[in-house]
């Protein structure tokens, strides 16, 4: 099924701790993105890429690092987790960056700081 | 600044009881306004997106409208599976076009 797997689906992770959430779309297209969801918040963007070998900071990138090696992929990553990353983790991708098409949403990661 | 208000907050419905979702939004130019559903536990889900004041978009008990400050998700006659969370987003040239959401109304219908 073409679409957007993101792994884990689910972490713990201790404090000052470095870790890694994967993204991977088999749709070809080429935007991608990464929200947090916080209830009352809504989702807000972190990074974004437009293609592969570009990246962008989005609202709120602090804390967080990304990369676009190739098409499919599209890695967060957290070098030293803060309790107040805590928080449900989105990829999306959409086929162009301009915002003119909707975006492909995968199922997210549950990520618990402590 | 860009932004997206979603009201009410919440909303609950006795099913075949209709009613509209609010999304007023603030964006220099707007270049299109979508509405996504978001069941628990899952990604948010594409409905449809408008583009010009005066459009609409149907699918099954959904109705979306636009007009230059606000979009409306009309819903007729609700069943329980249409119990989510809606959220409206815009593209804003802040972050080079991408889409910033409002916080959503979450929706429950009761048989």
């Known amino acids: 099924i073409a679409g957007i797997t993101q792994a884990p689906t689910s972490q713990i992770l201790a404090a000052g701790r470095r870790m890694t959430l994967r993204c991977t779309q088999d749709?070809?297209?080429?935007?991608m993105y990464w929200y947090r969801q916080d209830l009352g918040l809504g989702l807000r963007l972190i990074h974004y890429?437009?293609?592969?070998?570009?990246?962008g900071k989005g609202e709120v990138p602090d804390g967080y690092s990304v990369s676009r090696a190739n098409t499919d992929d599209f890695p967060l990553t957290l070098a030293s987790a803060v309790p107040s990353q805590t928080s449900v983790y989105f990829c999306?991708?959409?086929?162009?960056?301009?915002?003119?098409?909707?975006?492909?949403f995968g199922s997210g990661t549950r990520l618990t700081v402590v | 600044e860009d932004q997206v208000t979603q009201s009410p907050e919440a909303l609950r419905l006795q099913e075949g009881e209709s009613s509209s979702l609010n999304c007023s939004y603030t964006?220099?130019?707007?270049?299109?306004l979508f509405w996504y559903r978001q069941d628990p536990g899952k990604g948010p889900e594409f409905l449809f997106t408008?583009?010009?004041a005066g459009e609409e978009k149907e699918k099954e008990r959904l109705k979306a409208t636009l007009t230059k400050k606000e979009s409306f998700l009309h819903i007729t006659a609700p069943k329980p599976e249409d119990s989510a969370t809606y959220l409206c987003?815009?593209?804003?040239?802040?972050?080079?076009?991408?889409?910033?959401f409002g916080a959503g109304t979450i929706l429950r219908v009761k048989s």
């Open positions: 987003a815009v593209p804003t040239m802040e972050y080079g076009n991408k889409l910033v």
């Open positions: 749709m070809r297209h080429n935007a």
């Open positions: 964006v220099s130019g707007l270049r299109g």
């Open positions: 999306a991708s959409s086929p162009s960056g301009t915002g003119a098409y909707g975006y492909t």
């Open positions: 890429s437009n293609t592969a070998g570009t990246t």
């Open positions: 408008l583009y010009s």
